[in-house]
């Protein structure tokens, strides 16, 4: 469903190819149940990009942590071609390659599916960052052989396809990242040093390893922060998200978007 290559970071994630591009309005026919004979065909041997939304709520649908979430079940590859890293959900080692969450009925976290899962047979990129424009996304449609759906009646468009699937609301919770890895920081061909790739991958997607940061260090002791906000943080993991989006465009890219205290530990502003 997505390709982890790619050049610079809001670069498109996907091998566009010969895929035909969709305007917003603009239709094509899909439909998938299990009694397509190329039902779950889609669900194997793939490289399915996680978003940071994706691998929290499969941990806490998995009754996992996020840090076991990542470790049993994700891969990180790395390349020159990577400014950023990726989380890649982690085929069974079978011949077959199966998603380790495909099961004989279908798919058993169908309610929290990854992004790019619900988007299928689209496909969304975004273009690299440029000063003054704020990067619009470019919608794709596959057309694979294997798929029997594309044969359908059922019609959409790009948005309501996008609305069906919960994408929209989605998207929504997930904007701050966005606007990370399309910043205007990465024009020119900027790189992150290892610590800032750590920095960005901890936020992102460990978050139990975030919030350990937050409430087990001097990190509280650093910044003012409304009082109901570090509250929500505690037990709202969507919260702690959204600020850990905040959060980076400060540590990463010295927006002054958050307050240090006058009185803060001396041992560093983003430690």
Same mark, same amino acid.
């Given at each position: 469903?997505?390709?982890?290559?790619?050049?610079?970071?809001?670069?498109?994630?996907?091998?566009?190819?010969?895929?035909?591009?969709?305007?917003?309005?603009?239709?094509?026919?899909?439909?998938?149940?299990?009694?397509?004979?190329?039902?779950?065909?889609?669900?194997?041997?793939?490289?399915?990009?996680?978003?940071?939304?994706?691998?929290?709520?499969?941990?806490?649908?998995?009754?996992?942590?996020?840090?076991?979430?990542?470790?049993?079940?994700?891969?990180?590859?790395?390349?020159?071609?990577?400014?950023?890293?990726?989380?890649? $959900? &982690?085929?069974?080692?079978?011949?077959?390659?199966? #998603?380790?969450? =495909?099961?004989?009925?279908?798919?058993? !976290?169908? %309610?929290?599916?990854?992004?790019?899962?619900?988007?299928?047979?689209?496909?969304?990129?975004?273009?690299?960052?440029?000063?003054?424009?704020?990067?619009?996304?470019?919608?794709?449609?596959?057309?694979?052989?294997?798929?029997?759906?594309?044969?359908?009646?059922?019609?959409?468009?790009?948005?309501?396809?996008?609305?069906?699937?919960?994408?929209?609301?989605?998207?929504?919770?997930?904007?701050?990242?966005?606007?990370?890895?399309?910043?205007?920081?990465?024009?020119?061909?900027?790189?992150?040093? $290892? &610590?800032?790739?750590?920095?960005?991958?901890?936020? #992102?997607?460990? =978050?139990?390893?975030?919030?350990?940061? !937050?409430? %087990?260090?001097?990190?509280?002791?650093?910044?003012?922060?409304?009082?109901?906000?570090?509250?929500?943080?505690?037990?709202?993991?969507?919260?702690?998200?959204?600020?850990?989006?905040?959060?980076?465009?400060?540590?990463?890219?010295?927006?002054?978007?958050?307050?240090?205290?006058?009185?803060?530990?001396?041992?560093?502003?983003?430690?």
């Amino acid at each position: 469903m997505s390709d982890p290559k790619t050049n610079e970071p809001g670069g498109l994630p996907y091998a566009l190819g010969d895929k035909r591009k969709l305007t917003g309005d603009e239709k094509f026919c899909f439909g998938c149940h299990k009694d397509l004979a190329c039902f779950t065909k889609c669900c194997a041997d793939v490289n399915i990009l996680l978003t940071p939304l994706d691998v929290l709520r499969l941990s806490r649908k998995t009754n996992m942590t996020t840090t076991d979430f990542l470790n049993q079940h994700t891969l990180t590859p790395m390349t020159k071609e990577l400014k950023l890293p990726v989380v890649v $959900l &982690k085929m069974r080692s079978e011949d077959d390659k199966k #998603c380790p969450f =495909l099961g004989e009925q279908g798919c058993s !976290v169908y %309610d929290e599916r990854p992004w790019s899962c619900r988007m299928y047979p689209l496909g969304m990129g975004l273009p690299p960052a440029r000063a003054g424009e704020e990067p619009k996304p470019i919608y794709f449609l596959f057309e694979d052989d294997f798929c029997e759906g594309t044969k359908e009646s059922n019609e959409w468009t790009v948005d309501s396809w996008r609305k069906n699937q919960s994408v929209v609301e989605r998207e929504k919770i997930e904007a701050g990242h966005a606007g990370i890895v399309t910043h205007p920081w990465f024009i020119g061909g900027r790189q992150f040093d $290892l &610590k800032r790739m750590d920095m960005y991958y901890t936020a #992102c997607y460990d =978050l139990d390893a975030f919030r350990r940061f !937050v409430f %087990d260090t001097t990190f509280l002791k650093r910044f003012e922060l409304e009082d109901d906000l570090v509250e929500q943080m505690r037990t709202n993991d969507e919260a702690l998200l959204q600020f850990a989006f905040r959060w980076l465009r400060f540590a990463l890219f010295g927006e002054p978007i958050m307050t240090v205290r006058e009185d803060a530990p001396a041992t560093g502003r983003n430690q």
